[in-house]
């Protein structure tokens, strides 16, 4: 957690000089989460991280409301519906972690109109009217590339675990691995499965994979599908390839346990879960007339080899690495992207 910490304590000019707005009393204000998805171990911890959150901003009456909403399903249809409602019931704000990054424009568009903030975050839109709160997924997949080439010097064949089909942070962390891959010819992408950021899909889709595929060096993935993956090269009696790792409990605590076998090395990045929470404080800002880049910039948090066993302590058992933010965690993050 390094990484964010570090980051949050960027700048050194006041929050609210920067802002040049008065404030606005918030207390009666209404937010809601409009979730896609809550399929995995990383959006169970998100959920908790915006709920733990929330909680204390409504106990502590600096919002009315923050009600989350998780569609039944992973459509795109399902979710625009869902926010048509919430345009209905008269929120002042709604906090989206979007199934697409276009398909949705029109329904944030209507939301904009009709003068409710829309912070997207994680999954992100396009529409210009919204906010977005962002990781470089991008370069997060490419470091995966460059990470591996230290682990194994030599090249070889890689298999590709994708995420969430139709997102912003899958089709970002793919190019970043094609990127990455073009500036290491060594490598060669031999197969692909989608994991949907889930060890249990990952892992059936790994399996039904393996068979068809040369002998495999090293696995670059999207998070939440690490130990997944390690599960099926076992089952399957093949070697153990570099698997990258995605700061979910069970993915450290297996590398853990390879390090102590025989010192086994790789590497582990994801966007912690509580960026959730600072989607939230960014539509309460916003909401209280602070003036806000429509688009935050916040690091992934990663570990090495020489940290990672230290952070394990404060995973919970299923659960991922993450970070809440306060809201004068949040008032830094702003601060350091107005710079």
């Known amino acids: 957690m390094k990484t964010i910490i570090k980051a949050l304590a960027l700048g050194a000019v006041s929050f609210a000089a920067i802002a040049g707005s008065a404030s606005a009393d918030t207390s009666a204000k209404k937010i809601a989460f409009s979730n896609n998805y809550a399929g995995n171990s990383w959006r169970q911890a998100m959920l908790k991280s915006y709920d733990i959150v929330t909680k204390k901003a409504v106990a502590d009456k600096v919002v009315g409301a923050a009600d989350v909403f998780t569609t039944a399903d992973k459509d795109v249809p399902t979710q625009a519906a869902q926010l048509q409602n919430l345009i209905l019931q008269g929120y002042d704000a709604i906090v989206i972690n979007a199934a697409s990054p276009d398909a949705l424009n029109g329904a944030v568009k209507q939301a904009c109109d009709a003068g409710i903030v829309v912070v997207s975050f994680d999954g992100v839109v396009t529409e210009p009217c919204a906010y977005r709160v962002v990781v470089d997924f991008k370069a997060m997949g490419k470091a995966e590339v460059e990470q591996m080439a230290k682990f194994q010097p030599k090249g070889g064949n890689l298999l590709e675990i994708r995420g969430l089909a139709g997102t912003s942070i899958d089709e970002a962390i793919h190019n970043g691995i094609l990127e990455g891959v073009k500036e290491h010819p060594e490598f060669k992408i031999v197969g692909s499965v989608t994991g949907d950021w889930d060890q249990t899909t990952a892992q059936k889709a790994v399996a039904t994979i393996l068979p068809s595929l040369p002998p495999i060096v090293g696995v670059v993935d999207q998070g939440g599908d690490g130990y997944g993956a390690a599960q099926a090269f076992a089952a399957a009696g093949k070697p153990r390839p570099t698997i990258i790792m995605g700061n979910r409990q069970d993915e450290l605590e297996w590398w853990k346990e390879q390090k102590a076998k025989d010192g086994y090395t790789t590497w582990s990045a994801s966007i912690a879960p509580g960026v959730s929470t ?18 935050l910039l916040v690091p992934y948090l990663a570990f090495t080899q020489d940290d990672f066993e230290a952070a394990l302590p404060n995973i919970p058992k299923g659960g991922v690495a993450s970070h809440e933010y306060t809201q004068a965690d949040a008032e830094e993050a702003i601060k350091a992207n107005m710079k």
Do not use: N, S
């Open 278 to 295: 600072l989607a939230f404080w960014v539509a309460q800002q916003v909401l209280d007339g602070k003036q806000i880049p429509h688009d």
